[in-house]
């Protein structure tokens, strides 16, 4: 309106809706003011008053209302920012399913989410949200979990397989067992950690307060030299508008949570902008060992059997029986059965024992899983396999049937395939001390420290043990705490940033977290920790720029080189300056892994596919060998062995075969030279060479009908050094190449 007035000539009404402009805004600008000193802020929001106040005093009133309209712009900047910073915490809320449709003997009833009960057979929909973690109880499901993980990709979930809430149903209605409450599914822990995350202020942001307690003194003194200098005080109100930085500091959280949002899109939730700032700026990291360095699940590492049994029937048994327990080795038991294809027989009379195991009828015979009693004169199998459980501090399942030993199945807690890759990155994002915490014994705790490369081990530590650990090492260095159990909650409240390995529902150690990685992926804490660097990179700059404008601004102002109204006005452009910059912290900067493209990531998943298959039939290896040291002219040894030439030729070798062709070369393209696969291609000619000669002692054993003593040396040394091999080969592929790919993308 004044500047209608102004260019119709009417000077006198222009200037009169500039000064109701000018002092409507003192308004706002004293209640701002007054929030900030109870906030403990001071300095900027003063200025504001006094620049506002000195342009009425002076009749400046096109500068006291290009403030007012600065002030408002700032405060409107930084409600969009945060509108759209927090959009994917507050999406979470939106999204929180509300009703579910419960099975019952009359049909389907639609109940509050509140009323499901574990056990409560419900249906989802299509396009609707999953309510509570579950099981799929028949057929199939498609989900798409995004929300949850990040990943864009939908999932195909078979019958039996879990379910998290938060998952939205992408294919046709399928019916769900409910595993939890809604109080205690994965998406309510998710909801309550975010209405938690705010825009709190950080350490960072804090800083920037300080400046502003100097800033106001240096305004002044400024203020008071341009009024002595220029003679009028029309230049100390120069001063004081272009003094005006309040959305400048704005900016500073703008920034943290912008990284907050940022890093809810790959599936990490951050309470609030210092647990950000801390995870930026951290050089310590305690990991806890099972569930987070290892994948928290045991799984069947070798089946050892007596002389007149094969490791197939004994598993077979084993899954058979282990059916009707809930234990968790029970179920790993079950899953690689599965995954063999194995047909598994429903058991009688299945009873648990607490701490023995399972004993029922399988094919109208009586079988036994678990810890039984072992004969006074054990055979020298049974010593082998409790000699190589102490060597792999695995876990042992004994399989009787009729009350004879049949085998034994062994079973380990597995590193994860993600984790060296991930401990790496790690270093480079700036952790300096990598430390495990971990209430498991020494023996099995070393070995994974020595695989990943840790600095130090703490074993056998009870709860209280992790917190006083927790406690010295965060008196020493900004300390990140990662766990996932209810055991590690104390410990992850007591370091300065605590994570939560939370992707399997609301634990303890989810609600004690900062930081919550809600998919089960070690990985996403390196990618957070990259964001959190940045973010808080980009406030500290924001910060510093606009201060630095300004201080030069209100230089020119003190001599008289900027009147009021331009001062007001340059003001604004660097306030809106660096708030934009602030909004970059949405971005997601230099990636630190190579963009996969979709052909060479479907390569990998479908090698990684096989190499999985493949792994778990490479015991037949070690089986051989270990025949042929017990007694190498055996028709068993020699039956064993021609199944391994079997194997290799039919199964392995054209699966190496196929990566030097088609995988590698795209590997080689993605990290840009052809050497970066060239030791996993001599890895590949070792294996071949091996294979030969084994292909060639099995020729040998095949016309004398079987293993002579000649070739029992050589024979053993190539098996055992093929295993060994293969063992790290897959290993590296693993570690180094296959956790590149999106483990839910399919080909």
Known sequence: MGG?????????????????????????????????????????????????????????????????????????????????????????????????????????????????????????????????????????????????????????????????????????AFELRAGTSAAGSTYSGIVRLAQQASAERAPVVRLADRYATWFLPLAMLLAGAAWLITGTAVGAVSVLVVATPCPLLLAVPVAIVSGMSRASRIGVIIRDGAALENLGCASTA?????????????????????????????????????????????????????????A???????????????????DGKRVEVGKLALPEEKPRWVSAALNRAVLDAAAIAWVSCEGDLQGAVLLRDPVRNDAPRTLKRLRRAGLHRLVMLTGDRAEPAREVATVLGLDWVHAERTPAGKVACVRDETTRATTIMVGDGVNDAPALAAATVGVAMGARGATASSEAADVVLTTDRLDRLADAMSIARRARGIAVQSAAIGMCLSIIAMGF???????????????????????????????????????????????????????????????????????????????????????????????????????????????????GSPDATATMSRMHAEIDRLSRRLGTHAEQAESHGHITSEQAQDLLATLYGLYAVLRLHFAQEEENYFVLADPDRTP
């Open 4 to 172: 209608l007035a102004w260019a119709a000539g009417a000077t006198s009404t222009a200037d009169a809706a500039w000064m109701v402009g000018t002092a409507v805004a003192i308004v706002p600008a004293l209640a701002w003011m007054i929030h900030a000193l109870r906030r403990g802020r001071t300095g900027v929001d003063l200025i504001a008053v006094l620049s506002l106040g000195g342009t009425l005093a002076v009749h400046e009133y096109l500068a006291g209302s290009l403030v007012a309209v600065m002030l408002a712009t700032g405060q409107a900047l930084d409600s969009a920012a945060q509108h759209r910073a927090s959009h994917d915490l507050r999406a979470l809320l939106e999204r929180a399913p509300r009703f579910a449709h419960r099975r019952t003997s009359g049909g389907l009833e639609t109940v509050p989410v509140e009323q499901v009960h574990i056990g409560d057979v419900l249906q989802v929909n299509p396009g609707e949200v999953v309510p509570v973690d579950g099981l799929v109880r028949d057929g199939a499901a498609v989900l798409d979990e995004a929300v949850l993980t990040g990943e864009p990709t939908p999932v195909e979930r078979a019958a039996e397989d879990p379910v998290r809430s938060g998952a939205v149903n992408a294919g046709s």
């Open 286 to 342: 305690i990991l806890d060992k099972t569930g987070t360095l290892t994948a928290g699940r045991p799984a069947v590492i070798e089946i050892t059997t007596a002389p007149t049994n094969t490791p197939r029937e004994v598993l077979r048994l084993a899954a058979s029986l282990d059916q009707a327990s809930p234990h968790v080795l029970a179920e790993a038991i079950v899953m690689h059965a599965r995954r063999q294809n194995l």
């Open 344 to 362: 598994l027989t429903e058991p009688r009379e299945a009873s648990e024992q607490p701490g023995r195991g399972m004993s029922g009828i399988v």
């Open 557 to 671: 102002a003190a001599f008289g080189r900027l009147p009021p109204a331009a001062g007001a006005l340059l003001q604004e452009g660097i306030d809106i300056t660096v708030i934009t910059n602030a909004l970059r912290a949405l971005g997601r900067g230099r990636r630190d892994e190579p963009a996969v493209p979709p052909s060479t990531e479907d390569l990998l998943n479908h090698f990684a596919s096989q190499q999985q298959k493949l792994r778990e039939t490479l015991h037949l290896v070690r089986d051989t060998a270990d025949l042929v040291s017990a007694d190498p002219t055996s028709a068993k040894a020699l039956t064993s062995l021609l199944q391994t030439r079997e194997f290799l030729n039919r199964r392995l070798l054209p699966h190496e075969h196929a990566e030097e062709a088609q995988l590698y070369p795209a590997l080689a393209g993605l990290m």
